[in-house]
């Protein structure tokens, strides 16, 4: 089993910055990948970010590529997601993620097995 629990959404303005973090706890975390998801009101939960936790290889979505990144720190078995120049659009409760899957990139939520309680990014336009 893993537990991920995530930190860091709220309120911003468009143009502005946010940084998400998601804490992993449980099995061995290297043969993992770590994913980012969001879902907006009346939406379907949509592919944001996926890294490898072996390697660090990283994958983005066309909507946030250039302006969002996905990164590690092994030793506090933690991703996070920086997000810049912020969108109206980016509005949603976004999500950590973790597949035992060796597929890549991940891109559908149907790919993840352990799931976070996800975090509100509201942007005030």
């Known amino acids: 089993q893993v537990q991920l629990v995530e930190s860091g959404g709220g309120l911003v303005q468009a143009g502005g910055s946010l940084r998400l973090s998601c804490t992993a706890s449980?099995?061995?975390?290297?043969?993992?990948?770590m994913g980012w998801f969001r879902q907006g009101p009346g939406k379907e939960r949509e592919f944001v970010a996926t890294?490898?936790?072996?390697?660090?290889?990283?994958y983005y979505a066309a909507s946030v590529k250039g302006r969002f990144t996905m990164s590690r720190d092994t030793a506090k078995n933690t991703v996070s997601l920086q997000m810049n120049s912020l969108k109206p659009e980016d509005t949603a409760v976004y999500y950590c993620?973790?597949?035992?899957?060796?597929?890549?990139?991940?891109?559908?939520?149907?790919?993840?097995?352990?799931w976070g309680q996800g975090t509100q990014v509201t942007v005030s336009s």
């Open positions: 449980g099995r061995t975390l290297s043969s993992l990948t």
């Open positions: 993620a973790a597949s035992r899957s060796l597929a890549w990139p991940m891109v559908s939520p149907n790919q993840y097995d352990y």
């Open positions: 890294l490898k936790w072996s390697g660090g290889s990283t």
